[in-house]
């Protein structure tokens, strides 16, 4: 860790893992391959998972280019019989950008960009780059332009191709393993050309996601809130504007999640608190810390209650021994009193997170020997369908208001009125027999 200051205000499991190394002095290559092939990411990525997957450049005798690989060690092969489709060949010469994982913002931030250095050191060079993406691009493009290159240049491939020849950069990063000088490039660049947002002291919600598994972060928001910081949810920003945000802030604080990579951002120097969500280390944070060369913080701001998959979660964090001891060091305020967060809402998701799907639950059983030992898969799906029982009966109860409304204006409405609600009774009355069959047992 930088410096002889308190960084580590964990519960003491995995102190160790934070003091680990992730800069290598190698160069990064660039490999030729003639004739190449390029297949698209399979219409279900859960079966072949771009960021597991020998996704990339195949060359003609039909062998993977392992430097074209988003992950190092063994992949899952991709699916012969997409393999076997002709493919369209174009007589062009491209640079291999890689998977752009539209997906996933972190993902994208940290692994779709880690071919781009060749890009930058060499801005003569027009050749079109060719991406396999998953997801859509369209928030992403502003990012290229912050780069210099030009939409045009961007090829997405939908299809199989084939290509006369094919430079393939080898990675500058791998997530949570190494990085190398070149791996800031795109991120310097881009910060270079966006007016910094005037807010210097920020927090980083996860509250308002749209698919949020976060529970108690409110506790943690009206803490450092009423320390000075700025409450933003990065998801509502553009790409420009989350960038100009980091790179005006002195003091960034985050429950960790794909936001807090934005921390990439960052000038030199900046302190960024990371509120660890589970027990689990984040490598490629630590990764991104280092490389950014910031005044990195480790705070556990979670409570061991259920076991949960890092990915999964639920996550139920607060105002925990270790967030309080932080803010102590630091001058902070804290509320005097106990601030007990809502364990019912987190057994809560807990219980619709691993009860519904028992591949999910299997899941978490690999990855947690004593899951086994405590729940049962039938035992959560019977209290997962108690859990939308309740919540569902007071839903039942407002579509059948809306029902009733809908057929009183399809039957009595007129022109454009009465047809719009009679699609509308369609659409409720399938809505409202879902409902029926949750709330039954």
């Known amino acids: 860790m930088v410096g002889d200051k308190k960084r580590l205000y964990l519960n003491g499991e995995n102190n160790a893992q934070y003091s680990e190394i992730y800069k290598t002095d190698k160069k990064p290559s660039v490999r030729i391959v003639k004739n190449a092939a390029v297949y698209p990411a399979v219409s279900d990525v859960s079966k072949v998972d771009p960021l597991y997957g020998a996704y990339g450049v195949y060359d003609e005798r039909g062998a993977f280019c392992p430097d074209s690989a988003m992950r190092s060690g063994e992949l899952i092969p991709y699916p012969a019989e997409e393999k076997n489709k002709t493919a369209e060949y174009s007589d062009q010469s491209v640079i ?17 960009t880690a071919r781009l ?15 396999i993406p998953v997801g859509k691009p369209d928030r992403y493009f502003e990012f290229f332009d912050l780069l210099g290159i030009e939409r045009e240049r961007l090829l997405f491939i939908d299809r199989p191709m084939r290509f006369k020849e094919i430079a393939v950069p080898e990675m500058s990063s791998h ?34 996601f ?22 933003i949810s990065p998801e509502r920003l553009s790409v420009r504007e989350q960038i100009a945000l ?14 807090t990579h934005n921390t990439v951002f960052c000038r030199k120097g900046t302190r960024n608190v990371v509120l660890n969500r ?25 409570y061991d209650c259920f076991p949960v998959s890092y990915f999964w979660g639920p996550y139920f964090v607060g105002l925990t021994p270790c967030v309080r001891e932080f803010c102590k060091d630091k001058g902070m305020k804290t509320p005097s009193e106990d601030v007990l967060p809502d364990g019912r809402a987190f057994v809560e998701k807990w219980i619709l997170t691993y009860g519904g799907s028992e591949k999910v639950f299997e899941r978490l059983r690999r990855e947690k020997n004593a899951v086994g030992e405590v729940f049962s898969f039938e035992g959560l799906n019977f209290l997962e369908r108690l859990a939308r029982r309740r919540r569902n009966v007071r839903e039942v109860a407002k579509v059948r208001r809306r029902l009733l409304r809908a057929r009183l204006l399809s039957r009595f409405g007129f022109g454009g009125i009465k047809q719009k609600y009679s ?7 399938q809505k409202l027999q879902t409902l029926q069959k949750e709330v039954k047992f």
């Open 175 to 208: 997530l949570g393993e190494y990085y190398t000088e070149e791996f800031m490039l795109p991120f310097r660049k881009a910060a270079a050309n966006v007016p910094a947002a005037k807010y210097e002291k920020v927090y980083l919600t996860r509250r308002r």
């Open 423 to 429: 699609a509308k009774v369609r659409k409720l009355e």
């Open 278 to 302: 589970a027990e689990n280390v984040c490598r490629a944070q630590m990764l991104v810390d280092q490389a950014a060369e910031l005044d990195r913080y480790y705070v556990d701001a979670y």
């Open 96 to 112: 291999y950008g890689g998977v752009a994982y539209f997906h996933a913002y972190g993902h994208f931030l940290l692994e779709s």
């Open 210 to 231: 749209e698919f949020g598994n976060m529970c108690g972060e409110e506790a943690l928001e009206r803490t450092f809130k009423a320390n000075g910081y700025k409450i």
């Open 246 to 259: 980091m790179k005006g802030a002195k003091n960034v604080v985050s429950v960790l999640g794909s936001a």
């Open 117 to 131: 250095w060749f890009v930058l050191q060499n801005s003569d060079d027009k050749r079109p780059i060719v991406f």
